[in-house]
């Protein structure tokens, strides 16, 4: 079973920067998509960033330019540095670990971590 934790979330000011975290705990990490989703009040989840097993990056296009996604294999994390931060960036952003083997399917997510752009 797979266990993730995000960390780094917080209250900035706009045009701030934040750096977060997730650690996610088994072995699947390295073969692994992960990603970054938020979730602002009344608002569906979004995908914010996805990097493949292999360094592919992909991010949608309100934050490209912005954030960066990246891993590192040896901790088994995933960051997502936030630069330029905008009042509607506030949301709770959420570590997803997604891999398929064959049928079977592994999808987990994190608990989330707070971000809060405002003056």
């Known amino acids: 079973q797979v266990q993730l934790e995000e960390s780094g979330g917080g209250l900035v000011q706009p045009g701030g920067s934040l750096r977060l975290s997730c650690a996610a705990s088994?072995?699947?990490?390295?073969?692994?998509?992960m990603g970054w989703y938020r979730q602002a009040p009344g608002k569906e989840r979004e995908l914010v960033a996805r990097?493949?097993?292999?360094?592919?990056?992909n991010y949608a296009d309100v934050v490209k330019g912005r954030f960066t996604i990246s891993r590192d294999d040896a901790k088994n994390t995933v960051y997502l540095q936030m630069n330029s931060l905008k009042p509607e960036d506030t949301a709770v952003y959420y570590c997803?670990?997604?891999?398929?083997?064959?049928?079977?399917?592994?999808?987990?997510w994190g608990q989330g971590t707070q971000v809060t752009v405002s003056s």
């Open positions: 990097i493949s097993s292999s360094g592919t990056t």
């Open positions: 997803n670990l997604l891999h398929v083997r064959f049928t079977v399917v592994y999808d987990y």
């Open positions: 088994g072995s699947i990490f390295s073969i692994s998509t």
